[in-house]
């Protein structure tokens, strides 16, 4: 996650002291000490959620060029399918991959959506609303 200031601050900040330093970025924007670009992602940071392991970063599409991808090992087949259902509805994450699932958590998992495609050689789990195209 990019620093959301120069002072250190988080998002937890009270919300005059939020105010405040959204005023000090805007500053430093129009005095050249800031690119707009680094000012609209340090705002568009502030409405992203702490990180957390049920909690994707929904945004990774439109900053990256790809969507989320989960990992999969050490979550439930129930978080998986909670983390994948939320992500599908995001505009532009048009398919889920989950790495490092096994294929009985894979069959568990599946079951969920209508379009799915496991490897079991790469142990990985492609979800999404629409058909998966065959690459080879």
């Known amino acids: 996650m990019p620093n ?11 919300n005059d002291e939020l105010q405040n330093e959204i005023l000090d970025w805007t500053r430093e924007a129009q005095a050249g000490e800031l690119s707009w670009s680094e000012l609209a992602e340090r705002l568009l940071q ?7 392991p049920d909690c994707p970063d929904q ?10 991808v989960i990992f999969g ?6 978080t998986c399918v909670t983390i994948t259902e939320n992500l599908l509805q995001v505009p532009g ?8 699932v096994d294929a009985e958590d894979a069959r568990k998992i599946q079951i969920h959506f209508q379009h799915s495609r496991y490897s079991e050689q790469g142990r990985t789990l492609r979800l999404s609303n629409t058909p998966i195209e065959n690459f080879r």
């Open 4 to 14: 959301p200031g120069k002072h250190g601050k988080t998002i937890a900040m009270q």
């Open 46 to 52: 502030l409405e992203q959620k702490q990180a957390a």
């Open 59 to 68: 945004d990774r599409a439109r900053r990256c060029g790809f969507g989320e």
């Open 73 to 78: 090992s050490g979550k439930s087949p129930e």
């Open 93 to 100: 994450q048009d398919e889920v991959l989950i790495t490092r």
